[in-house]
């Protein structure tokens, strides 16, 4: 398991699920670079992403926005996201699909099961700055 956190508690908090440990460091140098004020952390597989939500329900350290990537080991990011939507204590949160998949059934399964974007992840490190910055318009009112 991998958790970093970079900014004081308080701040935005972000979940990002991605089992690619570039991945991970790629979008927290990102936010880092996008001057953004967020606790940062991560999950690489659904288990862990389950057991985490599943503590913050318990008691309260939910985040504000989860970054959620397809294709895990242990599992479909799809299910995760059917789960999360399910859950009375976790529909609220966004959850932004983070892919590699352009596929489009896959982008249009995400959007239907609530999924707040689908974003194919950028193959730049310019383009994933430009992304992070985008993150507070999805979060819930």
Do not use: W
Not at 35 to 63: I, K, N, W, Y
């Amino acid at each position: 398991m991998l958790a970093v956190s970079f900014a004081p508690s308080g701040m935005m908090r972000v979940l990002l699920i991605d089992d690619d440990p570039a991945a991970i460091l790629l979008v927290e140098l990102a936010l880092q670079e996008a001057d953004m004020d967020v606790d940062f952390t991560s999950e690489g597989s659904v288990q862990a992403a389950r057991a985490r939500l599943a503590a913050g329900c318990e008691h309260g350290g939910l985040p504000d926005i989860v970054l959620l990537d397809l294709n895990l080991p242990d599992g479909s990011g799809h299910d995760l996201l059917i789960a999360m939507k399910q859950n009375p204590a976790l529909r609220r949160i966004p959850v932004v699909i983070l892919s590699t998949s352009s596929y489009e059934p896959d982008i249009e399964r995400a959007t239907y099961n609530g999924a707040a974007a689908y974003y194919v992840k950028p193959s730049g490190f310019i383009e994933l700055v430009a992304l992070m910055r985008e993150l507070p318009r999805h979060l819930a009112n």
